[in-house]
């Protein structure tokens, strides 16, 4: 009975970690930003608006290990991305859009709650890398 039970709870694990891995991205869904950006962390993202260029930022972005763009280009001004996790690879999105001399960054994950200050923390890197540029 124990052995069965481990089998089968073994077994949901990798069904969820095959889920997280494969689970689709719809651009329509992720690709947007909210009406008002400021500067604030939430529980389970954050916000950034700081002066600078689109190009610069998503040069450093594409450099990012496990990152790839979902949608969005720096001619069309607004790029998403998606980060996963090293190990679970867990996504979160980023997306990033020109407000004339301003850029507008949002960072969030897509499962969970609270994303424990991780998208924060890569976005402060990113800019952190933009400035000693």
Do not use: C
């Amino acid at each position: 009975m124990i052995k069965t039970l481990a089998v089968l709870l073994l077994a949901a694990l990798v069904a969820a970690m095959v889920y997280i891995r494969a689970a689709p991205s719809d651009p329509d869904r992720w690709h947007r930003m909210p009406e008002s950006v400021s500067d604030r962390d939430l529980e389970g993202g954050a916000m950034r608006r700081v002066e600078g260029e689109i190009a610069a930022l998503d040069a450093i972005i594409r450099d990012t290990p496990r990152t790839r763009v979902l949608a969005g280009s720096v001619e069309a001004g607004m790029i998403t991305y998606i980060t996963r996790s090293r190990v679970f690879g867990f996504p979160d999105y980023t997306t990033v859009r020109q407000d004339g001399e301003m850029l507008e960054i949002f960072g969030r994950a897509r499962f969970g709650k609270s994303d424990l200050g991780v998208n924060a923390a890569r976005i402060d890197g990113w800019l952190g890398q933009v400035q000693a540029r």
